[in-house]
């Protein structure tokens, strides 16, 4: 592992560091706990040389910045503090024993271990890694990250450079990736942008959009009170290949997308639920700016928490509801900017999230790059492990209410989770209404044009 940099730097913080923070509980729970990670597993195929994957993780480490960057707060400020590169550790596991009708099965359960792993966001380097060997064809590769220094567009760049350098390596020749900036620059562009100004039009368009807007909560099971827990339970859940096959054509019938068509089943979902019809409900996006800013294959925190209002008074069709969705979601993506800026212009949104029995709710599908299905890079073949479908009582944090994740599999079936905070939330809530919400979906996209129930 060698580079030019071998002491330690600071910076300030990006604007989505600073987002963060505003949730900050200390070391312990939150953002800042041990357990907001991310976890992702793949299934590799060939021969691996553990010397040569621990090279090729030291050498992710020392391209990619974030994951050697802590978030510094003490004395009332907050900066980037940018270490030197350190190893990453490598855990390896033996799973010869192991029946090959149930290596599946452990692949499920060494991932549901992990994630009820810690990993603390002051200690870097904020990666890690285990290597679990069926035989000498066959592992499983899990990847755990701090989400404070990574998120999900983070997790296909770390595995796909892993990849590439583990190849070179192999072969004795550079590796085959394209140039990135250091997440410093990501920080110094954003405040920069900010103090140009030049974003009136996106700041009158949130001031405008959300003027009374709350956010979207789910009502809790049990009130919120200072002994609760902070652990994250998740629930995961299979919608049919038939469903989505039927949603992607009816998105394609409007010029929309099937995030477009998933969202609009959520908007309904709500309404059911509460009698609401003028609904926010908050989602991610890649906060990574346009192709020519650079930042598309940086490692670091880059999303946006972007709420998207819809009002389906009016809609008495789903095609209808679609149509509007559709509206919301062009108009939010192209005013997309960074979270803090759109809270400042709508100081109410999230007074329902601090009502003591309600709690926020985001919505996300991910529309990831560099998914490895298969890839062949070097002399192992890589496939991303996304078909689990074991509930878990612990699992990577949220921090706060829930989470709920839909996943495209390969298979055409869309694969989700919910994950939750079980101080909150009862277990049967929450399939109770991860199955209205797939019945919901499944009759809509089936009749998009029968007239929907009336209130």
């Known amino acids: 592992m060698t580079t030019s940099e071998t002491f330690t730097t600071t910076a300030p913080l990006s604007l989505n560091q600073e987002f963060v923070c505003v949730f900050d509980q200390g070391d312990d ?7 907001y990670h991310l976890v992702h597993g793949w299934r590799v195929r060939g021969a691996i040389d553990e010397e040569t994957l621990r090279g090729a993780l030291d050498d992710v480490v020392v391209r990619h910045e974030a994951l050697r960057t802590r978030i510094v707060r ?9 270490l030197p590169p350190c190893p990453v550790e490598l855990d390896v596991r033996d799973l010869s024993a192991t029946a090959k009708e149930r290596r599946d099965e452990v692949v499920d359960a060494l991932l549901d271990e992990v994630e009820a792993s810690t990993i603390p966001s002051g200690t870097v380097p904020h990666l890690r890694a285990v290597l679990g060997r069926f035989d000498d064809q066959d592992a499983i590769l899990v990847i755990i ?4 220094a990574t998120d999900g567009w983070s997790m296909r760049l770390i595995i ?10 192999r072969e004795g020749v550079p590796a085959a990736l394209p140039e990135t900036r250091p997440y410093r620059e990501y920080a110094h562009w954003q405040l920069a942008s900010a103090q140009e100004g030049g974003a009136e039009a996106e700041h009158d368009y949130w001031r405008e959009k959300l003027r009374g807007a709350e956010i979207f909560t789910v009502r809790t099971d049990r009130p919120r009170s200072a002994e609760a827990g902070q652990e994250t339970s998740v629930h995961r859940f299979l ?17 929309g997308t099937l995030f477009m068509v998933l969202l609009s089943a959520f908007y309904l979902l709500e309404h059911r639920e509460t009698g609401r019809s003028d609904i926010t409900v908050p989602t991610f996006t890649p906060g990574r700016g346009r192709e020519r800013d650079g930042f598309g294959d940086m490692v670091g925190s880059c999303f946006n ?3 998207l209002r819809t009002d389906v008074a009016a809609c008495r069709t789903f095609r209808q509801v679609l149509e509007r969705t559709r509206t919301t979601c062009l108009e939010g993506y192209s005013h997309d900017i960074p979270t803090l800026r759109i809270f400042g212009q709508a100081p109410e949104l999230m007074r329902p999230a601090m ?3 309600r709690a926020p709710w985001v919505f996300q599908v991910f529309p990831f790059p560099f998914v490895l299905d298969g890839e062949v890079i070097g002399d192992l073949e890589y ?17 706060d209410g829930a989470l709920w994740t839909l996943n495209l599999h390969p298979t055409g079936e869309m694969v989700g989770s919910v994950q939750y905070k079980n101080a909150l939330y009862d277990h049967d809530t929450i399939t109770g209404l991860v199955a209205e919400y797939a019945r919901l979906l499944s009759e809509a996209v089936a009749a998009p044009d029968v007239p929907l129930p009336r209130d």
Do not use: W
């Open 74 to 82: 003490r004395d009332g400020s907050r900066h980037q503090e940018i």
């Open 239 to 255: 919608i049919g290949a038939e469903t989505i096959s039927r949603a992607t054509a009816l998105a394609r019938s409007v010029r």
């Open 383 to 399: 496939t991303e492990v996304r078909l689990r479908l074991l509930d878990q009582a612990v699992g990577s944090d949220v921090p």
């Open 145 to 148: 990250t701090h989400h404070t």
């Open 305 to 307: 928490f972007l709420p």
């Open 160 to 169: 796909r450079d892993v990849a590439q350098y583990y190849a070179a390596r």
């Open 29 to 35: 729970g939150g953002p800042f706990g041990p357990r």
């Open 355 to 357: 009502e003591a029995d």
